[in-house]
């Protein structure tokens, strides 16, 4: 009997041996089963529904961009093949000419880029500045005449003076004709801005961090200047960035208090190039030297050169922004 199990034990087929690599491979492959399972994107999306939803995003952005794009092509395009054969994407001929148009007037068109860009940066600031502090005042409960002043705010948006005391008040009590304040004082206080960031520090700075700080002797404006701005710069940068785009894209206040050549922003002498070639194309049944003179002006390149280096700019300053809007979209989505 024993021998018979010897045999039947030799007949057998010996156990496999478990290599530690066996072990691993059959470890693992639950694992990779499970990991294709859950195979997402950092879109939460995955197949289909992500290639559907890139091709939307695509198009859209496609769609935003694509005006400026055709701007940049018609500034670039000759002024007999526009007139010829319309607004093309692909022209038939390419021409700097309207560009060189531009650069004769290069002084003033320097000296116009240098106004701009000062009353932008020190408008900015500065309307920043007081639109912050103001908020942050009738923001605070402990403020006792916040409602008062919020009021006043909220008036200014429903009524104003007019045109006339304006001027008048401008010129005659505040004597900032031909000054580069008039440029900037205008648009200084916001009352809407002045609301949005009141909103903001209300839900996004917490009062206990503000209480904290109190209790350990901090002042008022060393609160404001060492915990509420870091918290709030998300809210800071947009009102800053609506700030950026309000001076930069002013001509009004040019148009009511600057005279002199060396004051004048660039969309207000913008405004004047188009005005001048406007009344050349409107007065050119006369003949003559007009005549002449107008068909050696790109007119419609020109506007377009115009917009290109009015706009290009500031579209390359908005990316700076951007990491402030994505940072924003979350503050105070958890409520305590």
Request: aromatic share 14%.
């Amino acid at each position: 009997m024993w021998q018979n199990t010897m045999k039947i034990n030799q007949n057998s087929s010996p156990p496999t041996p478990l290599h530690k690599g066996n072990v691993q491979n059959q470890l693992n492959q639950p694992n990779k089963k499970s990991k294709r399972k859950k195979k997402y994107t950092v879109h939460g999306l995955s197949g289909f529904p992500n290639l559907l939803m890139n091709i939307l995003l695509g198009s859209f952005a496609l769609m935003c961009i694509f005006p400026f794009l055709y701007v940049i092509i018609i500034s670039l395009t000759d002024e007999k093949t526009l007139a010829r054969n319309g607004y093309q994407i692909l022209p038939e001929i390419w021409s700097f000419e309207a560009y060189r148009y531009l650069w004769q007037m290069k002084d003033q068109l320097l000296q116009s880029y240098t106004i701009t860009i000062v009353v932008t940066v020190l408008g900015t600031v500065f309307s920043v500045a007081m639109i912050a502090l103001f908020a942050y005042a009738i923001s605070r409960k402990q403020f006792k005449y916040r409602g008062f002043f919020t009021f006043i705010a909220f008036f200014t948006m429903l009524f104003s003076g007019g045109l006339i005391p304006f001027y008048i008040v401008a010129t005659q009590f505040l004597h900032l004709r031909n000054s580069i304040w008039a440029l900037i004082l205008p648009l200084a206080m916001n009352a809407f801005y002045i609301l949005i960031m009141r909103t903001f520090f209300q839900r996004s700075v917490p009062e206990s961090i503000l209480e904290s700080a109190r209790i350990d002797g901090a002042s008022e404006l060393r609160i404001f200047a060492k915990i509420v701005v870091p918290l709030s710069l998300p809210g800071l940068a947009t009102i800053a960035l609506f700030s950026t785009l309000g001076y930069w894209n002013d001509w009004f206040n040019a148009l009511l208090f600057i005279d002199e050549p060396n004051l004048v922003p660039l969309q207000s002498m913008l405004m004047k190039i188009e005005n001048n070639i406007e009344f050349l194309r409107q007065n050119s049944l006369a003949g003559g030297a007009q005549n002449d003179l107008l068909s050696a002006i790109p007119q419609d390149a020109a506007k377009m050169a115009m917009v290109v280096i009015s706009t290009l700019p500031i579209a390359i300053a908005y990316p700076f922004f951007q990491k402030y809007f994505v940072s924003g979209l979350t503050i105070g989505g958890v409520k305590e």
